[in-house]
């Protein structure tokens, strides 16, 4: 479980470099990854916080691509409408 320190400073680094650390580290959960200024971080605790920072990313695209569609229905919507005004206005 990752401490205060410990989050703060993944997240100072951000999930690019952090993940770039872990390629120097040894295999599986418990493996010791060092480089950090508050100290070595378990490979496992890394784990689970870059699948947070996914998890986040993947539902702020969500939600971008939904309002996405909805900014190109209205649009649609606004051109039909004005085509429509100029053909009833003949």
Excluded: Y
């Excluded at 939904?66 to 039909?80: E, P, Q």
């Amino acid at each position: 479980m990752l401490t205060a320190e410990q989050r703060s400073e993944l997240e100072r680094e951000g999930a690019p470099n952090v993940h770039g650390l872990l390629i120097h580290s040894g295999p599986g959960r418990g493996a010791s990854v060092s480089g950090f200024k508050c100290g070595d971080i378990t490979r496992g605790d890394i784990a689970d916080w870059l699948a947070e920072k996914h998890a986040e990313e993947m539902r702020t695209q969500s939600s971008t691509l939904r309002w996405a569609k909805i900014a190109g229905i209205a649009g649609i919507v606004g051109v039909m409408v004005g085509i429509a005004t100029i053909w009833l206005a003949k």
